[in-house]
């Protein structure tokens, strides 16, 4: 993640001023009490609230536009057909795709991840063949390669990871990359533990070898400006509702060659040229990849949310989840008995503080900060080969989003006080 290290007195773009009221003010989840308390929302990685804009849209697109996208001549349709387009044209600019028709609509990033391995893996991989992991992925990008590897005969190999959490890139020049490897796919940023990856050096040693690379972009785009083509990996997922838009809608980005050479991903309607007794013929990309009616309201309200944090500015965003990280590290880390996980350096890490409080389990952590108002997540994360790593069966986590405050952080330490208190 490129880091602005300007301070706050200096202007960084032409964005507006980061105004945390009032951007407060545009979640109204934000304004309940919860068990008696203001509510403290720190389960950002998992999923995040929604801005009244995006909301706002939703409900005028079911009140006036609704209808069925590509297939009316009638107005509605048409208005539909134009906003769910535009939608995908305000994804492509928010992740620096030039070309709109490279935005696959998807459910999400385990659907974009499980697209790539259908529509690519099956007709690229063979025995012999080897798939590079990272043993930081969350199970979305771990599992579809297993049932990949499993059709196939491919091999699954993983990037190790050090003791902070991060990944072991010198064993990518002795030979975990090689002449073998088909396909290198890794995380943006680790849900669990929230470490950065370097994603242009493991890009570069995949292409140095003609492997193709995914980027789980699930914890990425959300945090940072991201720009694909710079990036120059082969394909980027992200998940619309962990940045503000609904569940249900996320995007897959790939390079036109390898989308235009991939085999669809489902059979059905809209995604075919012709249809004749025996076989078809399919519609160009993106809509090759689109079987079906889509999730259009989701595509439109994800269009929504992009445009509120365009609005904002991400570089304004950064710089705020920078300042509450660089407190919530040290007011977390300063709570006696909490271990905090991952890179020590917080130029390598994302907003998420992942951590165990003594003896008490993380379950029983979320579950009093719960009393108190607080959410945050207590589990493994969907990431067990971290939790496996590090030795542990969970942690707690608190992962933070733009709206989210300093006060909320201090809830947060008066509630590991708390936890400390019935533990003692
Ligand atoms: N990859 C990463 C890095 C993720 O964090 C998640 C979701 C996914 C993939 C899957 O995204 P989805 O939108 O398709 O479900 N992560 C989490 C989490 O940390 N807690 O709940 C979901």
Not at 56 to 61: G, H, W
Not at 185 to 214: C, D, K, Q
Not at 280 to 285: L, M, P
């Amino acid at each position: 993640m490129t880091r602005s290290t300007s301070t706050s007195a200096e202007p960084r773009s032409a964005a507006p001023a980061f105004d945390l009221d009032r951007i407060r003010a545009d979640f109204p989840a934000l304004r309940q009490e919860v068990h008696g308390r203001p509510l403290v929302y720190l389960d950002n990685a998992a999923t995040s609230q929604k801005p009244q804009s995006v909301l706002d849209v939703i409900e005028r697109y079911y009140e006036q536009d609704n209808a069925n996208v590509h297939r009316g001549i009638h107005e509605l349709s048409r208005r539909a057909t134009v906003a769910y387009e535009e939608a995908r044209k305000k994804v492509a600019a928010w992740i620096g795709a030039s070309n709109p028709a490279q935005i696959v609509w998807t459910r999400g990033t385990t659907d974009a991840i499980n697209l790539v391995a259908h529509a690519w893996g099956l007709d690229h991989l063979g025995e012999g063949d080897e798939i590079l992991l990272t043993v930081l992925e969350h199970h979305s990008n771990i599992v579809p390669w297993q049932i990949l590897a499993g059709r196939t005969g491919a091999r699954l190999r993983y990037v190790e990871l050090d003791e902070q959490g991060r990944l072991v890139l010198d064993d990518l020049e002795t030979g975990l990359v090689n002449e073998r490897t088909r396909l290198v796919t890794v995380s943006h940023v680790s849900n669990a533990l929230g470490t950065v990856n370097p994603l242009p050096r493991i890009i570069e040693a995949a292409h140095a070898v003609g492997a193709i690379v995914l980027v789980d972009g699930a914890q990425g785009a959300v945090h940072t400006k991201v720009d694909v083509e710079s990036l120059g990996a082969d394909f980027y997922a992200l998940s619309g509702h962990k940045m503000c838009g609904p569940t249900g809608i996320g995007a897959l980005w790939g390079r036109r060659e390898l989308l235009e050479t991939m085999a669809p991903y489902q059979g059905g309607g809209e995604m075919i040229h012709v249809v004749d007794r025996d076989a078809s013929s399919w519609a160009a990309v993106p809509h090759k990849f689109e079987a079906g009616t889509p999730n259009i309201v989701g595509a439109i309200g994800l269009g929504a949310a992009v445009d509120y944090l365009s609005g904002i500015g991400m570089e304004a965003v950064e710089a705020h989840e920078r300042d509450l990280l660089a407190y919530a590290l040290d007011r977390v880390g300063s709570v006696p008995g909490v271990r905090i996980f991952g890179p020590e350096s917080q130029d390598e890490r994302s907003a998420v503080v992942s951590f165990t409080l003594g003896d008490a389990h993380p379950h029983d952590i979320s579950t009093i900060l719960d009393t108190e108002g607080i959410a945050v997540r207590a589990g493994h994360h969907c990431a067990q080969l971290v939790m496996k790593h590090f030795d542990v069966s969970a942690t707690a986590r608190a992962s933070f989003y733009l709206y989210n405050t300093k006060d909320e952080v201090d809830r947060l330490v008066e509630g590991l006080d708390e936890v400390r208190r019935i533990f003692a």
